[in-house]
């Protein structure tokens, strides 16, 4: 949520987010609730409320929108998300009590290896030592074999760590060019074939 601007802005204390009110008028447009721990546990947004609660041993956190929707997201010991949880209220018939999308996150990196969502299609992420991003692999199944059928991101990198090339599921390739300090000076795009073929080239330069 973005909050609204304000004109008056009060803080309890340096950790906690402001109270806001209306240029003018000082009507309460945002406000928050902590508990004990100074964990927000709601946030009023003029005439509507967020509820959030913690849970203690696994790591949880409960958000209750304005239109009672409640996601519950779960993380690991050092606070990654592991699991997010969006409850339903049976609206649809034949609907579950909830759907559920599934993070695996490397014990060593921190990085997330793989997402699973609620219809068991995955994604997988691949790294290379330096933590650049070097293909993004979208399944249809929640499996780690490769098949004809995934759609694959691919990317890398040059010297100073900044990506140089990127390429589609199609094998649309973008090319980066950089100078000697590892600025972007052209980007090449795939090219167009239709109407005509032709190559978008953007250019760059820098100020001394």
Same mark, same amino acid.
């Given at each position: 949520?973005?909050?609204?601007?304000?004109?008056?802005?009060? +803080?309890?204390?340096?950790?906690?987010?402001?109270?806001?009110?209306?240029?003018?008028?000082?009507?309460?447009?945002?406000?928050?609730?902590?508990?004990?721990?100074?964990?927000?546990?709601?946030? +009023? #947004?003029?005439?509507?409320?967020?509820?959030?609660?913690?849970?203690?041993?696994? $790591?949880?956190?409960?958000?209750?929108? $304005?239109?009672?929707?409640?996601?519950?997201?779960?993380?690991?010991?050092?606070?990654?998300?592991?699991? $997010?949880?969006?409850?339903?209220?049976?609206?649809?018939?034949?609907?579950?009590?909830?759907?559920?999308?599934?993070?695996?996150?490397?014990?060593?990196? %921190?990085?997330?290896?793989?997402?699973?969502?609620? +219809?068991?299609?995955?994604?997988?992420?691949?790294?290379?030592?330096? #933590?650049?991003? #070097?293909?993004? +692999?979208? $399944?249809?199944?929640?499996?780690?074999?490769?098949?004809?059928?995934?759609?694959?991101?691919?990317? %890398?990198? %040059?010297?100073? %760590?900044?990506?140089?090339?990127?390429?589609?599921?199609?094998?649309?390739?973008?090319?980066?060019?950089?100078?000697?300090?590892?600025?972007?000076?052209?980007?090449?795009?795939?090219?167009?074939?239709?109407?005509?073929?032709?190559?978008?080239?953007?250019?760059?330069?820098?100020?001394?």
């Amino acid at each position: 949520m973005t909050p609204p601007i304000c004109s008056s802005c009060s +803080r309890q204390s340096s950790a906690k987010p402001p109270t806001r009110t209306a240029p003018g008028k000082g009507d309460l447009v945002q406000s928050f609730v902590y508990d004990t721990n100074d964990m927000i546990v709601k946030e +009023r #947004l003029g005439n509507d409320e967020y509820q959030m609660t913690y849970a203690t041993g696994p $790591r949880k956190t409960t958000v209750v929108d $304005r239109s009672s929707n409640t996601v519950e997201w779960t993380f690991d010991a050092v606070g990654a998300p592991t699991k $997010r949880e969006v409850f339903t209220k049976g609206l649809r018939t034949g609907e579950p009590a909830s759907y559920v999308t599934t993070y695996s996150v490397n014990a060593t990196t %921190g990085m997330v290896d793989h997402v699973v969502f609620p +219809r068991g299609n995955r994604v997988d992420y691949v790294y290379d030592s330096s #933590l650049n991003l #070097l293909e993004v +692999r979208q $399944r249809e199944t929640n499996t780690s074999v490769d098949a004809p059928t995934d759609l694959v991101h691919s990317y %890398g990198y %040059g010297v100073y %760590g900044q990506r140089n090339s990127a390429k589609d599921p199609l094998g649309n390739a973008t090319l980066y060019t950089l100078d000697g300090l590892g600025n972007t000076t052209q980007i090449t795009h795939p090219t167009i074939t239709s109407p005509a073929s032709q190559v978008i080239v953007e250019n760059f330069t820098y100020d001394p």
